[in-house]
């Protein structure tokens, strides 16, 4: 464990990081889908002098590995669970996107059927929200009860098992374009009541809740619109000015499906794909006030495309990025 202590940045004060990894070291084929802890800085609004910690759990997975999201939710579980239970102090668990589910959804008939049964997902990720105390962002498809419509959407549970934010993906991709509505909301901050520690006596911290305000994105929402909007609109960088954390569930892949082989057979680059994902968050490089970025990849492969992982934790305070957690998997 190593720590990086953040003093207080004007009137706002800075959670304190506590870079610390939970990862199940087991062989490479159970790797996957480990579920790792870290503990994440973030920073609380009012909070005057007064230095804090936050902890989260970023869950990565590889739902090609079983058939059902059932199925998927089984393999996960007793990991995050370990993972919660060995370190009571987790205020956010963050999932990839549609994490427990295929990615490739044919068309709305497949979409449909792929959100009916994710709700074994959601009932799962409000019974871990309710059961540690806890938030929870699950990356899932949605359908909209009222209007039918179809959405690749991130849901975040609180504490009480309540619905605390629904965000629906701003910047389609072209695979979800055969399926999902585009979100109409956009990029907003939200506040979230979270469990965070205060220092006391000595060594000693004492639980706390801190209002913590989070940015919801998922995959293609870091790049320009539709690969269309100039380079330099930074639309997801510039709606987190004055955000603490960015709650990231991605499906991010290697290559593109026309792509050769030899480019979707190419190993994952961590660094590649992290120094990528920075470059569209530039505008908030080396701010003090900048959030910092969490991440939720997916792993595996899908048609023919493997997805990165490279989940991660990034401190973005500083010019050159921090990282402060990594998840780099090997075969």
């Not at 990991?79 to 044919?106: K, N, Q």
């Not at 806890?134 to 949605?142: E, F, K, Q």
């Not at 639980?207 to 929402?221: G, L």
């Not at 590649?272 to 997916?298: D, H, I």
Request: aromatic share 8%.
């Amino acid at each position: 464990m190593g720590d990086a202590l953040a003093a207080p940045g004007g009137t706002q004060a800075r959670l304190e990081i506590i870079a610390r990894a939970f990862a199940r070291r087991g062989p490479s084929a159970r790797a996957r889908d480990d579920a790792r802890r870290h503990s994440v800085p973030a920073a609380a609004a009012g909070m005057r002098g007064e230095d804090a910690r936050a902890r989260v759990c970023v869950v990565q997975t590889d739902p090609t590995r079983a058939e059902t999201v059932a199925e998927n939710v089984a393999r996960v579980d007793a990991r995050v669970r370990a993972a919660l239970t060995r370190d009571r102090g987790v205020g956010m668990v963050v999932c990839p996107e549609l994490g427990f589910s295929r990615y490739a959804l044919r068309d709305e008939d497949d979409a449909r059927a792929v959100a009916r049964e994710s709700a074994r997902a959601l009932a799962w990720a409000r019974e871990i929200a309710m059961t540690y105390d806890t938030h929870v962002a699950l990356g899932h498809c949605r359908e909209e009860a009222t209007s039918g419509e179809l959405f690749n959407s991130q849901t975040v549970f609180a504490p009480d098992g309540d619905v605390a934010r629904r965000y629906d993906k701003s910047h389609l991709y072209f695979v979800d374009e055969a399926w999902a509505v585009e979100g109409r909301r956009g990029f907003e901050v939200f506040t979230l009541a979270m469990k965070c520690f205060v220092r006391g006596a000595g060594s000693a911290y004492a639980e706390v809740v801190r209002d913590v305000k989070c940015v919801s994105a998922i995959c293609m929402d870091i790049n320009p619109y539709k690969f269309e909007a100039p380079w330099t609109d930074f639309e997801l960088a510039n709606a987190c000015v004055g955000s603490d954390l960015i709650l990231f569930s991605s499906a991010w892949t290697s290559a593109h499906p026309d792509d050769p082989e030899e480019i979707k057979r190419k190993p994952v680059d961590f660094g590649e794909t992290v120094s990528y994902w920075m470059s569209r968050l530039q505008p908030l490089l080396g701010k003090t006030m900048s959030p910092y970025f969490v991440c939720a990849n997916r792993i595996g492969v899908e048609n023919d495309i493997q997805f990165t992982g490279c989940s991660c934790i990034v401190d973005l305070r500083h010019r050159i990025p921090r990282l402060m957690l990594g998840v780099r998997e090997r075969e």
